[in-house]
Nanobody, 123 residues
Framework: VQLQASGGGLVQAGGSTRLSCAGS????????MGWFRQVPGQEREFVAS????????YYSDSVKGRFSISRDKDKNTEYLQMNSLKPEDTAVYYC?????????????????WGQGTLVTVSS
């Protein structure tokens, strides 16, 4: 499984943006997917996950109600819609895939990682 993240960039506080993560490989459609973010000097932080069916989602408290994770199986792509952005959301965002989990939350549960994409929220 290979993952390619895109989107992000510079956004004003209160604004919105959407990240995409395109997947390839035979087992991608059966992987749970997730998003993490990392600020330099800090641990990579869980943001959201979605089951391989797309029927279940889970969010960290810091983004609940503002971010929405989804996936399009026909396009082999997952998305992270980010609304009501705050300066503290500024980070490099990573997409990840888990071959066996349902709604994985821990970094070490994930088997594959995409490259990061930077989101900068200006105040």
């Amino acid at each position: 499984v290979q993952l390619q993240a895109s989107g992000g960039g510079l956004v004003q506080a209160g604004g919105s943006t959407r990240l995409s993560c395109a997947g390839s490989g035979r087992s991608f459609s059966h992987c749970a997917m997730g998003w993490f973010r990392q600020v330099p000097g800090q641990e990579r932080e869980f943001v959201a996950s979605i089951s391989w069916t797309g029927s279940a989602t889970y969010y960290s408290d810091s983004v609940k109600g503002r971010f929405s994770i989804s996936r399009d199986k026909d396009k082999n792509t997952e998305y992270l819609q980010m609304n009501s952005l705050k300066p503290e959301d500024t980070a490099v965002y990573y997409c990840a895939a888990d071959r066996e989990g349902w709604l994985p939350k821990a970094r070490d549960e994930y088997d594959y990682w995409g490259q990061g994409t930077l989101v900068t929220v200006s105040s």
